[in-house]
């Protein structure tokens, strides 16, 4: 017969069984989108808006040495610029007026003001470098008896007179700085919180403590009605807590 030895024809309708598996696949219907019609998905959502500049000011009365505070702050609170403040042990209770906050010396009783003692500074005994005071690693008042001791205008020991020591024959001296230049003379002894003792330092003087004198305690003040969450940073910075810690 003529058909005998032709191929058979290929089909050119349908689809093998594995293409048909395919094809039949694809028609299925597509899955439903869980995000509803009414749902809008949002790309550019607006950012909160940046924190405007502002200033932070400390004030610190001389001695008091807020360094690492300070250093914490530009850490934390970069678009703050803290502004260190100089005031007077005597004035510091009136510049709290113009301060967000103050490192002022004890003792202030103002109930309108929330004070957190943070130290208390060793007082020590300034005297000239060939005093026989400073023969010694440290002093005790009755060392002191008929010694010569020069109290400054800005005194903050409230340190007017030691029993057995001597009152200057020389007017008053305005400030601690004065003092300690007139105690180098050899001329008297000063006593101050180490802090000031440090802060006046001289070649021609040295200091040691005094074991059972008045002591001077720096603390934290600022009004209770401008409790701001700038003050309350400040705080928990000063009081050693992370920026992730609750106040």
């Known amino acids: 017969m003529a058909t005998q030895g032709r191929r058979p024809a290929r089909r050119t309708g349908g689809a093998t069984p594995a293409r048909r598996g395919k094809a039949g696949a694809a028609q299925k219907p597509a899955a439903k989108s869980r995000t509803k019609a009414n749902d809008k998905v949002v790309f550019d959502a607006p950012r909160s808006a940046p924190e ?89 008042t009755s060392d002191l008896v008929g010694e010569v001791v020069i109290v400054p205008d800005d005194d903050v020991l409230g340190l007017r007179e030691l029993p057995g020591t001597v009152s200057p024959n020389f007017p008053a001296l305005k400030t601690t700085a004065d003092a300690i230049a007139t105690a180098a003379s050899g001329a008297g002894i000063v006593v101050v919180p180490m802090s000031l003792a440090r802060l006046h330092h001289r070649k021609d003087a040295d200091h040691r403590p005094l074991i059972d004198g008045p002591s001077s305690t720096v603390a934290l003040v600022w009004p209770r009605d401008r409790t701001t969450d700038d003050v309350e940073t400040f705080v928990g910075i000063v009081r050693g807590r992370t920026a992730n810690s609750s106040r």
């Open 52 to 140: 405007e500049p502002r200033i932070f000011r400390l004030g610190a009365v001389p001695g008091a040495t807020p360094g690492r505070w300070i250093d914490a702050w530009k850490q934390r609170m970069p678009h703050v610029r803290l502004e260190l403040v100089a005031i007077s042990a005597a004035g510091q209770r009136d510049a709290l007026a113009e301060l967000d906050a103050a490192l002022i010396r004890l003792p202030l009783v103002d109930p309108t003001l929330h004070i957190i003692p943070l130290y208390d500074e060793v007082p020590v005994v300034v005297a000239g470098t060939d005093s026989h005071l400073l023969a010694v690693d440290e002093l005790s």
